[in-house]
């Protein structure tokens, strides 16, 4: 399975707003400075993920962005899903015909299955304030 850059630089750039968690609103060029992401690339992010409601948009001097609720209550399995990116790792539909010819499931279709749950969940799991304190790891939390 691979995440792709959409969904990376998705996260790399909440958990950016996640640190600078202020009253001030951060500029996406900074942000894109910051994390080496394209600004025109974030802009198309940000776009997806202001209609998402995970962040808020701040227009004049002083402008940028702000995260929508606090780091706590935003997990990067919502951030993944705001700019589109799927969290599967089957080569087949969940519902529907299977990966094989004739549309038969492959015999490790199960187990690839529930790994994506287990991976979502996971993901879910985890806060953009979890990624800033570095408790990612399920011992690390109560």
Do not use: N
């Amino acid at each position: 399975m691979q995440l792709s850059t959409k969904g990376r630089y998705a996260v790399m750039a909440m958990t950016d707003l996640a640190l600078r968690e202020t009253d001030r609103a951060a500029p996406l060029a900074a942000i894109a400075e910051r994390q080496q992401i394209s600004q025109p690339y974030l802009e198309q992010l940000f776009a997806r993920l202001r209609r998402a409601g995970l962040v808020r948009s701040v227009r004049g001097p002083g402008g940028g962005y702000r995260l929508a609720r606090p780091a706590a209550d935003l997990s990067v399995a919502e951030v993944i899903s705001a700019v589109d990116e799927p969290l599967k790792v089957t080569r087949c539909e969940a519902e529907g015909p299977g990966c094989l010819k004739g549309g038969a499931r492959c015999v490790t279709h199960q187990l690839w299955e529930e790994t994506g749950r287990r991976l979502y969940a996971y993901l879910a799991s985890i806060s953009l304030a979890d990624v800033t304190t570095g408790r990612v790891i399920a011992e690390d939390r109560p």
